[in-house]
């Protein structure tokens, strides 16, 4: 399963802008939001994503490479303790 699960999280990653726009086809946003039940690092990634969306008003459909190498470096990190 870890490998599923590292899979996953590049995944909402790369969804994530998606999701939060409302342009998930059903099966993914599903999967998403499964996604989120037991992986505490997406749902905060997911969380911050909010607090940037409620402060800039708009979502960045660019994710940042820094940002997002900060992300699964933290992801790694997470899966490591
Ligand atoms: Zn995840």
């Known amino acids: 399963m870890r ?4 899979l996953a999280c590049r995944e909402v990653v790369e ?3 998606s999701y939060l ?4 086809d059903p ?4 999967r998403f ?3 989120l039940v ?3 690092g997406c749902e905060n990634y997911l969380d911050q994503m909010r607090t940037t969306i409620r ?3 708009r979502v960045e459909h ?7 190498a900060v992300l699964l470096e933290a992801f790694r990190g997470w899966r490591a303790s």
Not at 21 to 24: A, H, V, Y
Not at 62 to 68: I, K, W
């Open 15 to 17: 969804l994530v802008t």
């Open 27 to 30: 099966a993914d946003r599903e």
């Open 38 to 40: 037991f992986c505490d």
């Open 62 to 68: 660019e994710l940042p490479a820094e940002l997002q």
């Open 55 to 57: 402060l800039t008003g």
């Open 21 to 24: 726009d409302d342009s998930l």
């Open 3 to 6: 490998l599923d699960r590292e």
């Open 33 to 35: 939001e499964e996604h």
